[in-house]
């Protein structure tokens, strides 16, 4: 592992499709620069468990959006345990189960909802010494000044085989999801998926974990030391 880079500000943006290993190598990152984790997606997932709750038709944006103004969430950002409250319910597990992965990209395709909590996201960031933030719209939206932008991506094959054993999944079942959920989120007016311009992409299909988030710490050291 490099050398660990602890500067006194920083923000690290993580970019990219499901399955491309953002949420372990930004938690391991933001671990090694003694720093906090942001998980942009599990807000949505925790409004979207919410509308879900209340029942409410996810063709009808305009109760989407009045459902998530009314959801109080919670957001620990420990990258060793991050956790999510939703009006005071801990939804840490229900957000990941198949009802809200399936609703998810509908939820956060309505504007309002993502000007809402793009508007909580930044206030997190600007509120944290040294953070690590991932997403889709990360480097693109929520964080165009951040130190780093990074966009992770890696096979489709292998993107569905690492989704598939988190949760013990079919392979093909999940990589046809993978592709419906990156076809809904790359084609949604509002802030769609899309690797920013100053964005560095970074292949992970052939990487490590540990092999992946020395090469950010070098990127960050260079960055430093430029």
């Known amino acids: 592992m490099s050398e660990q880079v602890r500067p006194a500000r920083c923000v690290v943006a993580v970019d990219g499709p499901s399955g491309s290993g953002k949420s372990t190598v930004s938690r391991r990152l933001a671990t090694a620069l003694e720093g906090v984790y942001l998980d942009t997606g599990a807000m949505y997932r925790a409004v979207t468990w919410a509308v879900l709750q209340a029942g409410v038709d996810l063709q009808?944006?305009?109760?989407?959006?009045?459902?998530?103004?009314?959801?109080?969430?919670?957001?620990?950002?420990?990258p060793v345990a991050p956790?999510?409250?939703?009006?005071?319910t801990n939804v840490d597990s229900p957000?990941?189960?198949?009802?809200?992965?399936?609703?998810v990209s509908a939820v956060a395709a309505v504007p309002a909802v993502r000007r809402?909590?793009?508007?909580?996201?930044?206030?997190?960031?600007?509120?944290?010494?040294?953070?690590?933030?991932?997403?889709?719209?990360i480097a693109s939206v929520v964080a165009p000044d951040a130190d780093l932008k990074v966009y992770l991506?890696?096979?489709?094959?292998?993107?569905?085989?690492?989704r598939s054993a988190e949760d013990a999944t079919d392979v093909a079942a999940t990589q046809a999801d993978?592709?419906?959920r990156d076809r809904l989120d790359s084609s949604r007016t509002t802030d769609p998926l899309r690797q920013a311009d100053d964005a560095v992409e970074v292949d992970?299909?052939?990487?490590?974990?540990?092999?992946?988030?020395?090469?950010?710490?070098d990127m960050l050291n260079s960055k430093a030391h430029s």
């Open 60 to 78: 009808d944006p305009e109760a989407i959006a009045k459902i998530a103004q009314e959801t109080e969430l919670s957001i620990g950002t420990d």
């Open 83 to 88: 956790h999510f409250f939703a009006n005071g």
């Open 95 to 103: 957000i990941r189960g198949p009802e809200v992965t399936g609703s």
């Open 116 to 137: 809402m909590l793009v508007e909580q996201q930044r206030a997190l960031i600007a509120g944290a010494p040294r953070i690590v933030v991932e997403g889709r719209d």
């Open 153 to 162: 991506t890696a096979s489709a094959a292998a993107r569905a085989q690492r």
């Open 178 to 180: 993978l592709a419906r």
């Open 204 to 217: 992970t299909t052939g990487m490590g974990i540990d092999e992946v988030v020395s090469h950010l710490l």
